[in-house]
């Protein structure tokens, strides 16, 4: 585990920790590495994970990492590649940092800047034909939170065609998305007591990284208005989704029951109910709730999921069961933590 | 003032305790009246009213209402126009309350049952034309608090056409906007942590009044997609708004710099800044951000505004200050506490 | 489970949920019964229990839950005993509410009023001699959630006779603890923002139960003085826990070092770091840090639990598995679900 | 206003943009000051200071601030002494920082390392005589926010001999009083969720300050259990302060109404009553409350601050007042923002 002090490197020891195969010994938390925080104990960083509090963190290089079949990157942005470049075929690299998310050089330069590195299967197997994908995947690309919870809550009505190809994407996330680097702006006074918008007018490191998926899912171009919003939560992402319709809300509950039928962390809300990211805390659902708005002529999708959870630790964890061969849903949780 | 241990009421009492009017003796506090806590001291119910805290509250009945100047009405939907009915024409009269924001009455029957009760001239100065009615007016219906935020962000782009007339607001509020009645969902435990959406689909009962405001600003019918959240936060809305723009960043901001110019209680914020509603706390301001996100072609437009303040306690005695031909600032902060 | 509504309820079923013997088939979780929400969808008042969500909710009525083999107990205090008498001796019944914690009948009536039910063998296997007097029961009464706390934090220097019998503990909770019944006072506009001190002067009903557990340990009359604080978290109390003492650091370490080695719920942290409640929510862990000031001539022993976990539902869970000769610590977990 | 980009200048300058003298043109904001900061528009760094967002910082140097009547150092510890060396004695310098309160040499070096810089009149007005001595100075040395509540909330039971000379205090704080440096453990998603106790064992460094109030009350050593603990707000602070007594609470309530029966900002609550931080915030004032446990034989004091305002900013512009000869509560708010 790369930058095991950070709090993507925290979920995922917090989820390996209540694997089955831990218990069962088929599973062995290995090296766990950092950056500047490397020679400190774990339990410095991370004081909730109690049985891992006296591990101690070494530096993150190919020679700590190598030697372990399965890697997990919880980097900065860029720092991915020389790491997984270092590292055999037959390791299997899991990697939570956007560098091999988007298909489109063009769209790395422009949003992220420098070249881009390349692009890896991608770690949701909700996606049509991506199970098999990441089954047979040495190398996966784990998705960004907020497109987790936009792709997730949007893509049956979009692939269905039921609602016009342009979407706008309001979504509010707690601070640990924007990771443990200390910022005045991410500073408690800051935060709580306050509700801010930032990243406005599509300029957010997310906006191509949904429209991509979208428009996969659409075969079409998908117009994406995405505006993140900051709340005063630690973790959970709460997206409202809005598209314009013909359709009944039955029709479009319809492919959503469809379409989730068989995924075992996507919870359909009954008519009438709305997701709060509350109750998804600590799991690895995603909730979702159906409107459609007659007079505007207006679906409504809102969908709910843990920004660590499902959007981090949680889909990587999922990811590696599958490519590993071991049940998809092992040690991820279906009940949150709440109230 | 009437209602006055909720928290229209206690706002607006914060307010006249700060009021210049009140130091030079040409204002006085009268009667403060509640329902079920009739009897009790006030200072049980709003303990940060340090200078009023031994005051008893007396039942709101037209008697002991009768005799005052000016009365506040903070009640529950629906009890205002009995009240109103019984004080004389001469007695300024501002409702805090949705009794009589609205003026067609099939919507009022549509979101509120019942009969309509009629409409009064709505305490929105910024809105063209209506400082006049206001300064005229002896009956004033204040605004609702998502309808201030929202309106007064999108109204010069529709009124100048700027952007088509179908706008997606979602709008982040705290609770204090949904009043003190205890109810399960409104306790701590449920909230704290917890992002929530509600009265998805356009069943909010603001949406007909953010909808005729913007209609008659627009001179044609704009469609409304309207979704409230709610977030762990006490005061304070944050909405963005999105519609389809092909108009310049430029040409936005210039209709915006122009229609509100003159305005006390709005300001602008410079290019590429947002507003948080951490920064207009206590006061009587909206604060707007504006962006066109190219890509997608639409204008983001994010405001916000203290619910308990400019969205009702500070709307009202901005109301009765211009109804009273004082100066229409007058006791209302501009300045917020933060952090 | 009856009072599966509230929030011992929702944490009990949690707990469960996770149980390795129900995934066995060797725990099933019977019958769910509640007050005024029996009828209802247990998805609508614990929207985290994603597997339970279509559950019906029952009446609390003795005939409801007979036939059960255990039967948790989240009820109001005094409700307890006309259920559990209408259960047989059989039945393995673990109440969460105070009815039968009190040794002394005077104590119970000068705080919670009325005749005192009885006395159960107390929840708390870490009181000496404690977990073998459960693990014979059929009838336990968890301890309350601060008595958990501020008892574990201060018991081995009591015990040793290392400080004077006399206490100072001030206990900051979350509101969780104060239940899910709506008052106007645990409202998110009341709570968020504020810090509040309330059953201030030894009047608060944990204060018996924790003068009674500390007596008991140092075979001599304890003196507490108990002051419990609100703060705007869900989960998790902090006790810091004043007390004079001549004793070194080193010698208090070695108590609690010797007294705690074997408690799989107990965590002493390293010399110099200090507990929080946010690296226990969701464990059924209490973290210990330790410090003598020489100035002031005090330890000052800081102790955190999740009030809902080992605070009520895991004690609780923890209990039953002793009761039923299971693994002590199945299905509670040791890993918090931070940040 | 040296170091304004911080806290507490942002604290002083809301209270000035208020103050009655601004109004009335014989106060005059003149050069704000920063480090790191210089250079940036105000409005990036105090978003709520609406009147001044187009100011500009200027660097902070003596040179800049000299032609001031007034200067208010708003400075990391150790850094005042050079800025007011400089500064001629008719200017009057307000400083916030630590480094003037002390008496004792030895205290200063003990807790903050290196020279101790000196002595100046404690900004406290309610000590005794200490109003005069700030009326006749020229250097003023504001009181820390942990002492301002602490110091005040046990004065009267001290002075008076109604309590033993050895005190508990547990102090709960928002975050703002740590300061606006970035640092991982005042991130939101650290400090949200969570209360945390630190600086436990005496070593804050605001002991030796409390401590020397104290004894210089009660005219004797007076031992001081001091805990701060952080939690989730931002501004507050909330202290319990529990000291061993043998008097009544209507002896206590005697000697607390007659010392603050003149004060205009120290609020004494009804018996029965106790203080929360949410009725203080954005207000000078203090609110106390007080009871006598007599099974513990305990009195148990209970005080709340705004620490940016009394705690600081606030006590800043009282301790100008009375040193200018204006009345000493212009400006200063005596009405909360709340909820």
Redesign the interface.
Known sequence: MAGASG?AG?EIL?LL??HPRLASGELEIGSLTAGGNAGSRL?EH??????L?DRVLEETTPEVLAGHDVVFLGLPHGQSAVIADALPPSTLVVDCGADFRLEDPAEWTAYYGGDHAGTWPYGMPELPGNRDRIAGAGRIAVPGCYPTVSILTLLPALAAGLVEP?V?I?A?S???G?G?A???N?????????????G???VHRH?PEITQALSNAASLPV???F?P?L??????I?A?C?A?TSASIDEIRAVYEKAYADEPFV?LL?EGE??????????N?V?I?L????????M?A?G?VDNLTKGTGGAAVQSMNLALGWGEGEGL???????
Request: proline letters at 8%; charged letters at 15%.
């Open positions: 709090y925290g917090r920790c209540g339990g991370h004081r909730h994970l109690f049985p509090a342009a706008t309001v509010m707690g601070t640990s924007a443990r200390p910022k005045v991410l500073l408690a006074s800051e935060v709580i007591g306050s509700v801010r918008a930032y406005v007018g599509g906006t117009g994406v208005s505006t919003v709340v005063p939560t630690s973790r959970g709460l409202t809005t314009r919870h009954p709305f997701p709060e990211t509350g109750s998804v805390i600590g799991t659902m909730a709730g409107s459609v708005d007659e007079r505007s002529g207006t409504v809102v709910a949780p279906t009940v949150g933590v709440a109230p």
